[in-house]
C-alpha cells in the first residue's frame, strides 16, 4: 500500500519532465486589446408607403368616365409615390453625411 503513492508522485514527476520538454507549446492564447470606432447604424423614422389609388377605382362601365378616374388614380399614385422616394433620398443623404 504504500507503494502506491511513490508510484504516483514518480509518474506526476515524469508526466511534467515530458511537457518541460515540449519546444513548440500546443494551444497558447495571447490577448490584444484593440480600440476601433464601431459604426453605428444610421436611425431615421419610417414614413409609410404611398397608397395604391388605382386599385380601388369604382368602374362605372362608360369608358371616357373610367378612363379620368383611372388617369387621376394613376396622376396621385405617381405624387405620391414622388413625395415618398424624396423622402428617402433626403433620409439617406442625411445619414451619409454623419
Known amino acids: 500500500m504504500m507503494n502506491l503513492p511513490k508510484l504516483g508522485s514518480i509518474l506526476l514527476i515524469l508526466g511534467m519532465a ?12 495571447t490577448h490584444q486589446i484593440v480600440t ?9 423614422p419610417t414614413t409609410a408607403p404611398p397608397t395604391e389609388y388605382v386599385q380601388d377605382v369604382q368602374l362605372t362601365g362608360n369608358l371616357a368616365t373610367d378612363a379620368l378616374l383611372i388617369f ?6 405617381l405624387e405620391e409615390r414622388i413625395a415618398y422616394e424624396d423622402v428617402l433620398e433626403a433620409s439617406l443623404l442625411a445619414c451619409e453625411g454623419e
Open 72 to 77: 387621376r388614380a394613376m396622376e396621385s399614385e
Open 36 to 44: 476601433k470606432k464601431v459604426s453605428e447604424p444610421c436611425r431615421f
Open 18 to 29: 515530458g511537457c518541460a520538454t515540449l519546444d513548440d507549446p500546443v494551444g497558447v492564447i
